[in-house]
């Protein structure tokens, strides 16, 4: 095998690990972070399609028509604008579906922490509270893991800011 061929070979293989270029114009955010909420809310998705995403009375229904996200640097601009207001009751547009949390900062790189708040704040809530076999969503506490959830979304936008050792993560969801 010569150089060139081992260099094709390297640069393929890095590739394959690398977070796609969603060309998004927000510059506090990066294709990395974008891959990691977008990966992690399209595989807690999948279980629902799957039938084996865990509900309180064992797996929640199984999912009709649901549709794997596409991530929009729109609503991750919309997202952005809340999370610089430093404040966990900041609105979103009506026609947005919004989450948003908080979280004390422990460590210099976040990365861990997209992934930890998508499935232990936002998704885990329904292991405590259950929905029953019809898969309605009509109590408070399952707001997140029913804006996740929904069958009808197509597309996602997650931004985050630290603000004085908070991190404030909010991802705004299209559900039509």
């Known amino acids: 095998m ?4 081992a260099i ?3 640069l393929s293989v890095e590739a394959v690990g690398a977070a796609p270029d969603y060309q998004c114009w927000n510059f506090k955010s990066t294709d990395e972070i974008r891959y990691q909420y977008l990966s ?3 595989n807690l998705r999948k279980q629902i399609a799957e039938g084996v995403a865990d509900n309180k009375q064992g797996k929640c229904p ?3 028509n649901i549709h794997k996200l596409g991530w929009d640097c729109l609503l991750e601009m919309e997202a952005q604008k809340v999370v610089d207001q430093c404040k966990i009751d900041a609105k979103a547009p009506n026609v947005l ?3 948003i949390e908080k979280v004390h900062l422990t460590t210099c790189n976040p990365t861990s922490l997209f992934k930890t ?3 232990k704040a936002w998704w885990d809530v ?9 898969a309605i969503f009509n109590n408070e506490k399952l707001r997140s893991f029913a804006t996740l959830a929904h069958g009808k979304a197509t597309r996602i936008g997650c931004a985050q800011k630290n603000c004085n050792g908070d991190l ?9």
């Open 97 to 99: 579906s919004m989450l």
């Open 62 to 64: 199984q999912g009709k």
């Open 40 to 42: 992690t809310v399209n």
């Open 126 to 134: 329904v292991t405590q509270e259950g929905i029953g076999s019809g």
């Open 117 to 119: 708040t998508v499935k």
């Open 8 to 10: 094709i070979i390297l």
């Open 168 to 176: 404030y993560m909010a991802c705004m969801v299209y559900e039509k």
């Open 2 to 5: 010569g150089p060139t061929l």
